[in-house]
């Protein structure tokens, strides 16, 4: 048997807990009836098994409640289309389908216990022939069910709704639905995001300023998801040679929050109510297109906003007040809103930084000066360094901040070991490996910008 981990991007949190069994066959046909319809159209979760002549694979889709839809039918067997979402690219199930177009699904009702099991043959459905069924999709399957059977009672467990997965996109409905959709509340609430400033600290990375269509509520900590579709998403496209990567992206992006919250005790806000900041270094589409529109003085430009999330807060309490935070590069953003809530003299931060990207630091410490003591700068790249690189690290030295010009090591975490209580990571994969070995049998919290 072989195992290949599934990816949670578009998995909704729930709270599992047993139940007894009672099952009933509700319906045997594979023309759905009403309720099996309506199970269809709850479900935010199925298993999908596909298999490829030789082997057979099990894999989840997951997205807003409502994501899978049914054809309308006229008698016969019924049809029903799922988006395929960007996902991690091995296209193992797609793969499968294309070998032996044949697959089995099922529909879990985490509230009743009950479950549609389904086979069926699969069609997927690539660029315009996906756009035309199910607008804004370049990739969808439609299913021709063969058989089905609506068990009532059947699972063993049931499930409380949790947090719902930042990067579910709103419901595609089907282009025969889409009258109906328009009238739906929850694409009406849909939430836009105004671009109002963008404050250059590096070559690389920048501070933009957003303010909201209602007011931003999110907590110090929490990561904000961006959908930029409208931007980007160009609907069909059968190739993409010079970009192919986009014929399966969303175009939704996450980055954590940098300005405070000010919500009680902490009333630190400096922004207006309905306003918030991210910093972001320009890596590929997204972060470019909101480069290019930052600079573009008077030009309106606004994004979607899919809404706030995440708990990667950096607390002291009475028993734990020394904590310690380590950072690589825009690693450093979770603690920006956090600042103003710390008593930064408890604060150990050990922070690597590229030459090239002092600007960040020196921005950081000119906001919150005491800042100064509490960090160690690690940094990389000296030969790339510019003047102008030089002098905002001699600047930063004259604050007070101490700087190593290398990488970090297991003995300066070990020197901290004796008082700080808890330590908080965000760095790149690698590093975090590599720490996270070091401070073994400690209090660890990441974030994870590699989702
Ligand atoms: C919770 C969370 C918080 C985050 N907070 C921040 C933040 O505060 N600031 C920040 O700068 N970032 C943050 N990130 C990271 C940010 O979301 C990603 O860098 C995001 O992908 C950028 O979007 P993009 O479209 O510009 O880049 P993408 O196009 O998504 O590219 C991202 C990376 O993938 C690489 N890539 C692109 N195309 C390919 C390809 N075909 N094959 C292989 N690799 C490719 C790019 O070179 C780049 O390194 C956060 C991420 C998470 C999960």
Redesign the pocket.
């Not at 043959?121 to 069910?145: H, K, Q």
């Not at 947090?163 to 409905?173: D, G």
């Given at each position: 048997a072989k195992y290949e981990s599934n990816c949670p991007k578009y998995l909704n949190k729930r709270d599992i807990h047993p139940a007894a069994t009672d099952p009933k066959l509700v319906s045997d046909s594979a023309t759905l009836d009403q309720k099996a319809m309506d199970l269809i159209h709850k479900v935010d979760l199925m298993f999908l098994s596909t298999n490829s002549g030789s082997h057979m694979d099990t894999n989840h889709r997951g997205g807003s409640p409502g994501f899978i839809r049914c054809l309308p039918q006229e008698g016969g067997s019924t049809q029903f289309v799922y988006p395929e979402y960007s996902g991690n690219r091995l296209y193992q199930s797609l793969g499968n389908m294309i070998l032996e177009p044949k697959a089995g699904f099922c529909f879990p009702d985490f509230e009743t216990g009950d479950c549609l099991f389904v086979t069926g043959t699969t069609e997927i459905l690539f660029g315009r022939d996906a756009a035309e069924i199910m607008p804004r999709s370049n990739l969808a399957v439609r299913v021709t069910i063969t058989a089905a059977r609506h068990v009532a009672s059947v699972l063993p467990f049931r499930g409380d709704t949790g947090e719902f997965s930042p990067y579910n996109p709103v419901v595609r409905y089907l282009a025969t639905e889409q009258a109906a959709s328009r009238a739906d509340a929850s694409d009406q609430n849909q939430i836009t995001a105004k671009l109002l400033e963008q404050t250059i600290l590096t070559p690389t990375i920048s501070r933009f300023r957003f303010s909201l269509s209602n007011a931003a509520t999110f907590k110090a900590g929490q990561?904000v998801t961006i959908d930029a579709s409208e931007h980007l998403d160009f609907g069909y496209s059968h190739m993409r040679d010079d970009d192919p990567?986009s014929l399966n992206d969303d175009f939704v992006?996450?980055?954590?929050v940098?300005s405070p919250p000010g919500l009680p005790p902490h009333p630190s806000k400096r922004l207006a109510d309905d306003e918030f900041e991210?910093?972001?270094?320009k890596?590929?589409?997204?972060?470019?297109l909101l480069f290019k529109h930052g600079l573009k003085k008077g030009a309106e430009f606004e994004v979607g906003i899919k809404g706030f999330g995440?708990e990667f807060v950096v607390e002291q309490t009475e028993e734990k007040p020394v904590v310690a935070f380590i950072a690589a590069g825009?690693g450093i953003?979770p603690l920006m809103p956090c600042l103003t809530s710390l008593e930064l003299g408890s604060l150990r931060l050990l922070w690597t930084l590229r030459a090239a990207d002092i600007g960040l630091a020196l921005d950081m410490i000119e906001n919150a000066q005491e800042l100064a003591r509490s960090l160690t700068l690690f940094v990389t790249g000296m030969d790339f360094a510019s003047d102008d690189d030089k002098r905002s690290l001699k600047n930063v030295e004259e604050h007070g901040v101490r700087i190593e010009y290398r990488r970090m090591e297991k003995g300066d975490l070990e020197r901290l070991m004796p008082e700080v209580r808890r330590w908080y990571i965000c760095t790149g994969t690698g590093q975090r490996s590599a720490v996270l070995q070091w401070l073994s049998g400690q209090e660890v919290l990441y974030?994870?910008?590699n989702?």
């Amino acid at each position: 048997a072989k195992y290949e981990s599934n990816c949670p991007k578009y998995l909704n949190k729930r709270d599992i807990h047993p139940a007894a069994t009672d099952p009933k066959l509700v319906s045997d046909s594979a023309t759905l009836d009403q309720k099996a319809m309506d199970l269809i159209h709850k479900v935010d979760l199925m298993f999908l098994s596909t298999n490829s002549g030789s082997h057979m694979d099990t894999n989840h889709r997951g997205g807003s409640p409502g994501f899978i839809r049914c054809l309308p039918q006229e008698g016969g067997s019924t049809q029903f289309v799922y988006p395929e979402y960007s996902g991690n690219r091995l296209y193992q199930s797609l793969g499968n389908m294309i070998l032996e177009p044949k697959a089995g699904f099922c529909f879990p009702d985490f509230e009743t216990g009950d479950c549609l099991f389904v086979t069926g043959t699969t069609e997927i459905l690539f660029g315009r022939d996906a756009a035309e069924i199910m607008p804004r999709s370049n990739l969808a399957v439609r299913v021709t069910i063969t058989a089905a059977r609506h068990v009532a009672s059947v699972l063993p467990f049931r499930g409380d709704t949790g947090e719902f997965s930042p990067y579910n996109p709103v419901v595609r409905y089907l282009a025969t639905e889409q009258a109906a959709s328009r009238a739906d509340a929850s694409d009406q609430n849909q939430i836009t995001a105004k671009l109002l400033e963008q404050t250059i600290l590096t070559p690389t990375i920048s501070r933009f300023r957003f303010s909201l269509s209602n007011a931003a509520t999110f907590k110090a900590g929490q990561y904000v998801t961006i959908d930029a579709s409208e931007h980007l998403d160009f609907g069909y496209s059968h190739m993409r040679d010079d970009d192919p990567r986009s014929l399966n992206d969303d175009f939704v992006r996450t980055f954590t929050v940098s300005s405070p919250p000010g919500l009680p005790p902490h009333p630190s806000k400096r922004l207006a109510d309905d306003e918030f900041e991210i910093t972001i270094r320009k890596v590929g589409v997204v972060t470019d297109l909101l480069f290019k529109h930052g600079l573009k003085k008077g030009a309106e430009f606004e994004v979607g906003i899919k809404g706030f999330g995440g708990e990667f807060v950096v607390e002291q309490t009475e028993e734990k007040p020394v904590v310690a935070f380590i950072a690589a590069g825009v690693g450093i953003t979770p603690l920006m809103p956090c600042l103003t809530s710390l008593e930064l003299g408890s604060l150990r931060l050990l922070w690597t930084l590229r030459a090239a990207d002092i600007g960040l630091a020196l921005d950081m410490i000119e906001n919150a000066q005491e800042l100064a003591r509490s960090l160690t700068l690690f940094v990389t790249g000296m030969d790339f360094a510019s003047d102008d690189d030089k002098r905002s690290l001699k600047n930063v030295e004259e604050h007070g901040v101490r700087i190593e010009y290398r990488r970090m090591e297991k003995g300066d975490l070990e020197r901290l070991m004796p008082e700080v209580r808890r330590w908080y990571i965000c760095t790149g994969t690698g590093q975090r490996s590599a720490v996270l070995q070091w401070l073994s049998g400690q209090e660890v919290l990441y974030e994870d910008y590699n989702f």
